[in-house]
């Protein structure tokens, strides 16, 4: 009788992890689209309007869900402010805006703009077939718009249009939940869009989050850096966060990033392994 209740009390701790995780992720990502900082997931944003309703309006449309985040790329001096809101439609179709703020000194733009208008499909379920194994399968695409000086400077264009295949998946066999995500983009980004669009390239992007409490993640992310043309390549990038669930609904992140090298401009308006340092990021997030 004691190794039934041991076995019901890990059932249950594990369905809550489950259940609090999907009430907070996917987040809005410094783009807007539901992810993590840099990357999408497969899951989609916004939760019904009311717990276990079966109205019209939860088969149609979610509540919205609103993110922010400031990122002090200290060693670059760029302050980079970013604000979204995601819902989702018939419990597929994702659609988000994001705006982002960028003080970029060290580069002669006080004050960059960019604009993020994206979709997202989730065309496969997590665990569909009843199987434990088979991971939720999303496409999406971003479309992006910098007002910034350098894309006169560097000769690149002002906007772009990102494309994405990403498949995610919480394993909860293993002894702490475990959320694996990974995926391929095509895309023609100079610094995530910020400062410009040249050439189209395809790179890979991942994440992996552990859960050792039933409110906390903790994660990795990795972005390939893009080779966009003209000697341009994008360095890779990388983020180590936590993530506190501080309600089924307000999740609170921290994390540090690592973009690259901020002295990769070359003086012909070129650059190869294009960063912009590193530093502190912090973001509130909040599902409706």
Do not use: C
């Not at 999907?22 to 900082?37: D, H, K, M, R, Y």
């Not at 395809?202 to 043309?229: C, H, M, S, W």
């Not at 000697?231 to 669930?245: E, K, L, M, P, S």
Request: net charge negative; glycine share 10%; aromatic share 14%.
């Amino acid at each position: 009788m004691k190794n039934t209740y041991i076995k019901l009390a890990i059932i249950a701790a594990v369905a809550a992890i489950h259940d609090i995780l999907f009430a907070s992720v996917p987040l809005n990502n410094l783009q807007g689209t539901g992810g993590i900082a840099f990357n999408p997931l497969a899951y989609t944003a916004g939760l019904p309007w009311e717990y276990g309703s079966t109205s019209n309006l939860n088969d149609t449309v979610s509540a919205p869900q609103v993110g922010a985040w400031y990122v002090n790329l200290k060693d670059a001096d760029i302050s980079w402010y970013a604000g979204s809101a995601a819902l989702t439609f018939f419990d597929r179709l994702e659609v988000s805006y994001g705006y982002g703020f960028i003080n970029a000194h060290k580069y002669g733009d006080k004050s960059i703009e960019t604009h993020n208008i994206g979709a997202k499909f989730r065309f496969l379920d997590e665990n569909a077939f009843d199987t434990v194994w088979v991971p939720a399968l999303a496409v999406g695409g971003v479309w992006k718009y910098t007002d910034s000086k350098t894309v006169d400077a560097l000769g690149l264009d002002d906007n772009g249009f990102d494309a994405y295949v990403v498949a995610s998946k919480l394993i909860t066999q293993t002894p702490i939940p475990v959320l694996l995500s990974g995926g391929v983009l095509y895309t023609d980004e100079v610094v995530n869009g910020v400062v410009g669009h040249n050439d189209y390239d395809t790179v890979f992007f991942g994440n992996i989050d552990i859960l050792p409490a039933e409110n906390i993640a903790l994660g990795f992310e990795y972005k390939q850096g893009a080779r966009v043309g003209d000697g341009i390549r994008n360095h890779d990038y990388y983020d180590g966060h936590v993530a506190w669930f501080a309600t089924d609904r307000l999740t609170l992140v921290a994390a540090y990033v690592d973009t690259g090298d901020k002295d990769r401009f070359y003086r012909n308006g070129s650059a190869k392994n294009l960063g912009v340092g590193s530093g502190l990021v912090f973001s509130v997030q909040y599902q409706f």
